[in-house]
Nanobody, 123 residues
Framework: VQLQASGGGLVQAGGSLRLSCPAS????????MGWFRQAPGKEREFVAA????????YYTDSVKGRFRISRDSTENTVYLQMNSLKPEDTGVYYC?????????????????WGQGTQVTVSS
């Protein structure tokens, strides 16, 4: 499975961005798809995940109510709609695929990763 994240950019605080991550290769129903981010000097952290089978979603507390993860199974694509962006949301955002769909907030549980897309939120 190859993943290709896009949609990052520079936005003012309070603005919105939509990240996309199309997957080439089969996404089986057991998969979970996740978004992670990494700020300079910090470890990669979990942002959101969605199960491919039923679309159940999971979020880290700091983005609840502002971000929404979704998937389009016909397009084999996962999205991250980010609203009310804050400067602390700045970082490189990565999409990833987790074949077993477990430990959805743990980076090491994901076998496939896309290249990152930079999100910068100015104050």
């Amino acid at each position: 499975v190859q993943l290709q994240a896009s949609g990052g950019g520079l936005v003012q605080a309070g603005g919105s961005l939509r990240l996309s991550c199309p997957a080439s290769g089969p996404i089986l129903s057991s998969y979970a798809m996740g978004w992670f981010r990494q700020a300079p000097g910090k470890e990669r952290e979990f942002v959101a995940a969605i199960t491919w089978r039923n679309g159940r979603t999971y979020y880290t507390d700091s983005v609840k109510g502002r971000f929404r993860i979704s998937r389009d199974s016909t397009e084999n694509t996962v999205y991250l709609q980010m609203n009310s962006l804050k400067p602390e949301d700045t970082g490189v955002y990565y999409c990833a695929a987790n074949r077993l769909g477990s430990s959805r907030d743990v980076p090491s549980a994901y076998e496939y990763w896309g290249q990152g897309t930079q999100v910068t939120v100015s104050s």
